[in-house]
């Protein structure tokens, strides 16, 4: 623990990365629920995964006991192209905001992805070249995934097919460029391609897509190609457990400065970013060692653990997929169209679904224009833009810095910064032109997706 | 010097970052040719020079002979937001390349404007705000200088007017939406706001812009608006003096691993970057303490050091401009559409100039496909997308990477990358469908320009 002064910018050497990703699910008593398979709803098992998953990373998909797993040296030389990733004091934002809180936060976005997927993105790709695999699918949404996912199967040598998300592939072009770069082909969703891409666009032409629909298309295509396998970016406990690695080093950082946050606060879509940031710190917490409090945020438009119900659901629109028990607005829901950033997916990975169903973690909504005024304020403060997704996570924690103004409290807060919104200036553009709609779903609309959720004991 | 591994990305600390810009000029004995007034000929004084711009920037505009400036306290604190900018060892792309050769990089990408250019801009606003002035204007091209100038005049509470080269306007309209986010307001020029505009726009209707036109309009701008003054975001000597902290930040990395490069390679516009990289290794060379190969790299489309003549021009198109001593295609040259990054500027930087006039500097040209190819190999290997004005050094850095696989020799290549690509994807996406082409000027268009430079003794 060191007394010098807290550095703009905390960077670990690159012998301080963590060499190991931390399994939270060993330290849990309620262990989340099995994936159910969607014909017998029987739990899964890793051979009824096989044709969809790659074999390791089923392993790790329904491991629930194993505290860490080794990074491999490969994936650990590719991660220190982008990592460690700084965790940075926002000295610049507390001083705009007057406030006593210390803010600090852990950016992922200083690789081309613009976000933290790449760690997962690294992963999966190394487990599918060391099986023998010809190549990929997966599904992405604002296009960070996809991108992250081209990258690592461009440095891994696979094939990389992308189902990306209709409206956003309308809205980021340049996405499908960069993706391009590095090798990729990508196909906007719903399409013609798949059979639940022309049911899909049959019972809804003119859809803007969703995350779900995308998703069915990507394991259709995967398991219908030989060589190929499905690849996902948020959701899994594969990812989550991969992404820890961003919870290791902020721990790291923090530690090194004598720093305990008080309020560790995350945007939530499927939650791959929030699990990740929070693990090691809810590890101590579970195992009774430190206390924080913990604060999902999620966009109004899309609330599954605030507005959903937590019960066994499709992971996807088609559902072809295993079911998970997870807070959910129902495997049919569609965000609205003017909805702006990613986290548009209807459930909630199942380890945080089952960390809110016990108490030890909250949740909020917060409404499109907040978060992009949160957005805003923060770029003219810290100078990075950020991603509409990360800026749910502004908007929280610039909430509670200010709440600390009002009560002259000196709480360290710690928000995970996702990534960048370079590629999202068509939302700012919406944001800046009085264009941006609040649209959140009624009560109505909620309960009748929920009630066609699937009779599960 | 350490004997240590040489880490993938070498960061200083916070506290070793410099304290002052290094001015090369006192270290030149055959110094830069004075600035001359476009009315009178005769050498510029900072009187003529303050109603355009700041006094204290016309100080170290005019000082040949102090070697350091102090960074103010306030641009330091700054800085901090995203330097010190990491040096980057290529060892994917040393692998990818078989090659014996080293390579390094300093990266200065990693900020929201996606360039350096933000190291001279937080300087230059700095200095308006403590003139007291209300607002600035300026010119930008590729829209990284723009960025970079809204982000600092949003920290200094400063108005911020940019003309934007027309061609940049329309192929990167999610730039606007950046500066916008930051309180800028962009102009696409030549416009009919300025008289020179209007001209320009009689004369060429339908002209896709220039540089040294959106500088005539800026300029005129500034004049015209009572509190307001000029900045510009490259060729003059006070840019080149705030760019040296790049430089500063390389060698100070390098000598704490003993690594000494043989061969520094720049991309070369209006030489802000070059100029920044090589300031305290040329200072080195020029005072007899060590030596190195420097290798400006242009674009064949605007061969400004390769193809033009040395002597002076005026530095905009609508000659309201002071008159430099540089190597100039004409002030009236104009790029051809088709080329698709920056470096679209008729001159050099001075000091650039005299160096190469001196032969101290070597200086190539390259094609605009052989650029793009080096830029896709490049973020394949090493993850990062470059800018297509960085690609050009980069392009000159694995050539010469290539000679020493030939040779066997193990040199060690330094060269700057400037910047990101993320809002170039319209010109990848030329390169990717094919669409890219290698215009170069005939022999007797850049004759036509040279014959009408201005006559001086």
């Known amino acids: 623990m060191s007394k010098e002064k807290i550095p703009y910018k905390i960077y670990l050497s690159e012998n301080e990365m963590p060499t190991a990703w931390y399994n939270l699910r060993a330290d849990m008593k309620n262990k989340p629920a099995p994936l159910l398979n969607p014909a017998t709803l029987k739990p899964m098992e890793a051979a009824d995964l096989a044709p969809v998953f790659c074999d390791e990373l089923i392993a790790q998909e329904l491991d629930d006991t194993t505290p860490f797993f080794a990074i491999p040296e490969e994936v650990l030389t590719y991660y220190k192209m982008f990592r460690p990733s700084p965790l940075i004091r926002a000295y610049f934002l507390e001083k705009q905001l007057d406030t006593p809180a210390k803010i600090y936060y852990k950016f992922e976005g200083n690789n081309t992805s613009g976000s933290h997927k790449l760690n997962s993105a690294l992963a999966q790709a190394y487990y599918a070249k060391k099986q023998g695999l010809k190549g990929v699918t997966t599904e992405t949404g604002a296009g ?20 990306m998300v209709k409206v956003s592939y309308e809205q980021k072009p340049f996405r499908r460029e960069v993706m391009r770069t590095y090798g990729a082909s990508v196909t906007p969703s719903p399409s013609m391609e798949t059979e639940v891409g022309r049911k899909i666009l049959e019972a809804h032409p003119g859809t803007n897509g969703s995350l779900g629909c995308a998703i069915s298309e990507a394991v259709e295509k995967a398991t219908e190609t030989p060589g190929y396998r499905y690849v996902l970016g948020s959701v899994l406990n594969q990812v989550l457990l991969h992404q820890s690695v961003i919870g290791l080093e902020t721990k790291t950082a923090l530690d090194k400065y004598g720093v305990k946050p008080d309020i560790i606060i995350g945007c939530a879509g499927g939650g791959s970013n929030l699990g990740g940031l929070i693990a090691p710190f809810m590890g101590e917490k579970l195992r009774g060692e430190a206390d924080y409090r913990f604060i999902a ?18 992971c996807d629109t088609g559902m072809v997929c295993p079911l998970a028990k997870m807070y959910t607005l129902g495997s049919g829901f569609m965000p609205a169209s003017n909805h702006a950033g990613g986290l548009r997916y209807h459930g909630m990975n199942t380890v945080l679904s089952q960390l809110y169903a016990d108490g030890v973690m909250e949740a909020v909504s917060v409404k499109q224009t ?5 957005a805003e304020q923060f770029a003219r403060a810290e100078g990075i833009l950020p991603a509409p ?10 909430d509670e810095a200010l709440k600390c103004k009002e009560t002259g409290e000196e709480k360290t807060i710690l928000f995970g910064l996702t990534g960048t919104g370079y590629f999202d200036m068509v939302a700012y553009e919406k944001f800046h032109d009085g264009n941006m709609s609040d649209y959140v779903p009624t009560d109505e609309e909620i309960a009748g997706n929920l009630a066609g959720l699937p009779k599960v004991d």
């Open 389 to 398: 997704e990360s800026s749910h996570a502004i908007r929280a924690a610039i």
């Open 297 to 314: 945020v999620e966009p109004a438009s899309c609330p599954s653990l605030t507005r959903g119900r937590f019960a066994y659901d499709y």
């Open 370 to 374: 907040s978060v992009f005024e949160a």
């Open 144 to 163: 960070q995934w996809g991108t992250a996912l081209s990258m690592a199967c461009a440095y891994f040598d696979l094939d990389c097919k992308v189902y």
